[in-house]
């Protein structure tokens, strides 16, 4: 079935960077969109931005906007957030997820990639 | 960024029971909204698109609707595996935005 696969945890120390995957299957990669969505332990979910696959095109919440990059590799079918000077409040769960086919709603997400930061 | 606020914040209730979850936009977003379920550990699923559209594989029981700034999720007639907490999103703007979450407990 169509997944979307993350890498796993990491513990990461303040003001260090860290870079989660997203490897997509089973569907075209460049066809729709990847967002990342981060949840902090016991807290609601935070959209953070999404990449346009097939042009490289980003957008990002404005509260990252100075330290998330997004970026794509088509030729492995896979999505990265990098998200860079790391504090105790970026400790979550992050997840990848897609659109679905003409809809507004987020059909397949990845099983999520928790970041711990710590000194 | 719109804003979506939902209310209640929590809300208990009963197997049997019908509850409604609203979710209010900072300004109009047409109905471009989802409405998504999440429990403990997993990632949220996604319940309602486009407003009111039941994704495929979803219990009737889950319904949505509304338009521009007001939006509801209604459930009728509870079942124990609904018992989670529930987000709204915002697809209007470039940024899509989530509601703070209602976690809904069993009474």
Known sequence: QVQLVQSGAGVKKPGASVKVSCKASRYNFIDYFIHWVRQAPGQGLEWMGWINPRSGVTKYAQDFQARVTMTRDTSVSTAYMELSRLTSDDTALYYCARPGNWKDGYDIWGQGTMVTVSS | AIQLTQSPSSLSASVGDSVTITCRAGQGINSALAWYQQKPGKAPK??????????????????????????????????????????????????????????????
């Open chain 2, 46 to 107: 996604l319940l309602i698109y486009d407003a009111s559209s039941l994704e495929s594989g979803v219990p009737s029981r889950f319904s949505g609707s509304g338009s521009g700034t007001d939006f509801s999720l209604t459930i009728s007639s509870l079942q124990p595996e609904d018992f989670a907490t529930y987000y709204c999103q915002q697809f209007n703007s470039y940024s899509h935005t989530f509601g703070q979450g209602t976690r809904l407990d069993i009474k």
